[in-house]
């Protein structure tokens, strides 16, 4: 019972900081970074993995990625726009 306030205050502390996913309208936690950080954050990291990985000269591959890819893109067009 001497943890009830703080537990209440934790509950009511993560539901005020929950946003809606706009691509799939679930529930998330808000988190310290803000969505510009995130995009900055997650640009550097891929920038490191191309840098230090090289590219691929198989053209099967390469082949296969950019149509695994253009598969995605079209998928997450679609539920978009619906």
């Given at each position: 019972?001497?943890?009830?306030?703080?537990?209440?205050?934790?509950?009511?502390?993560?539901f005020a900081?929950?946003?809606?996913?706009?691509?799939?309208?679930?529930?998330?936690?808000?988190?310290?970074?803000?969505?510009?950080?995130?995009?900055?954050?997650?640009?550097?990291?891929?920038?490191?993995?191309?840098?230090?990985?090289?590219?691929?000269?198989?053209?099967?591959?390469?082949?296969?990625?950019?149509?695994?890819?253009?598969?995605?893109?079209?998928?997450?067009?679609?539920?978009?726009?619906?």
């Open positions: 019972m001497k943890h009830q306030p703080l537990i209440l205050l934790t509950f009511i502390f993560l900081a929950c946003t809606t996913v706009p691509l799939t309208n679930r529930r998330q936690v808000t988190g310290v970074y803000s969505s510009e950080d995130i995009i900055q954050m997650s640009s550097a990291a891929y920038k490191q993995v191309m840098d230090s990985v090289p590219l691929s000269s198989n053209e099967a591959e390469v082949a296969q990625i950019k149509r695994v890819g253009t598969k995605i893109k079209a998928a997450v067009e679609q539920y978009l726009n619906n």
